[in-house]
Antibody
Framework: EVQLVESGGGLVQPGGSLRLSCAAS????????INWVRQAPGKGLEWVSY???????SYADSVKGRFTISRDDAKNSLYLQMNSLRAEDTAVYYC?????????????WGQGTLVTVSS | QSVLTQPPSVSGAPGQRVTISCTGS?????????VHWYQQLPGTAPRLLIY???NRPSGVPDRFSGSKSGTSASLAITGLQAEDEADYYC???????????FGTGTKVTVL
């Protein structure tokens, strides 16, 4: 069974840092682009970042310069280092696999990990 | 800020047909980029519902269908059921933003 399990969420003060992890299983992790997508409480979905098997990385403008995505293919794991956190970064963060296509789609999604930025 | 616009809500009685629009622009849907749809049941993570405009993954009922034309896409649910009450999101890619984009989301209510 293909599975993605996020961890590392929690409460952090504005300006603080947090590192999210995503453990993958059930597929050849090294072959896939993996993304972070977030959802603020009661709001819609927002794409955050991707990292491709080639190492190519992209970020949404809202997190560029503050967040860093990385992967450890030996450990089948994805990470998101979040620095200079703001209240508007409060959200459930989902780890999602991208299925390669003309325009990739996301399947499956992890269960999400909640990040709360508040003093 | 979502660049794909969806109606905030749609509703219908059991058995009826509802449609959800997803309106973009020349830098995303209008650029002939495929559109995908996700269903998010209350309190759960989203799941893939439709991929590449009009394809259903295994396990998705054929009550769900998708289409795309010009700068818009649509999701149709025929024979609406109580279990279809959820939030629905479209997704594509935007060349101006160089990243994936989601629709604003639509809440479907079964009356």
């Amino acid at each position: 069974e293909v599975q993605l399990v996020e961890s590392g969420g929690g409460l952090v003060q504005p300006g603080g840092s947090l590192r999210l992890s995503c453990a993958a299983s059930g597929f050849t992790f090294i072959s896939y682009e993996i993304n972070w997508v977030r959802q603020a409480p009661g709001k819609g979905l927002e794409w955050v970042s991707y990292i491709r098997s080639s190492g190519t990385i992209s970020y949404a403008d809202s997190v560029k310069g503050r967040f860093t995505i990385s992967r450890d293919d030996a450990k089948n794991s994805l990470y998101l280092q979040m620095n200079s956190l703001r209240a508007e970064d409060t959200a459930v963060y989902y780890c999602v696999r991208a299925i390669p296509a003309a325009i990739n789609w996301f399947d499956p999604w992890g269960q999400g990990t909640l990040v709360t930025v508040s003093s | 800020q979502s660049v794909l616009t969806q109606p905030p809500s749609v509703s219908g009685a059991p058995g009826q047909r509802v449609t959800i629009s997803c309106t973009g622009s020349s830098s995303n849907i209008g650029a002939r980029y495929d559109v995908h749809w996700y269903q998010q049941l209350p309190g759960t993570a989203p799941r893939l519902l439709i991929y590449a405009n009009n394809n259903r993954p295994s396990g998705v009922p054929d009550r769900f269908s998708g289409s795309k034309s010009g700068t818009s896409a649509s999701l149709a649910i025929t024979g609406l059921q109580a279990e279809d009450e959820a939030d629905y999101y479209c997704q594509s890619y935007d060349s101006n933003l160089s990243g994936y984009v989601f629709g604003t989301g639509t809440k479907v209510t079964v009356l």
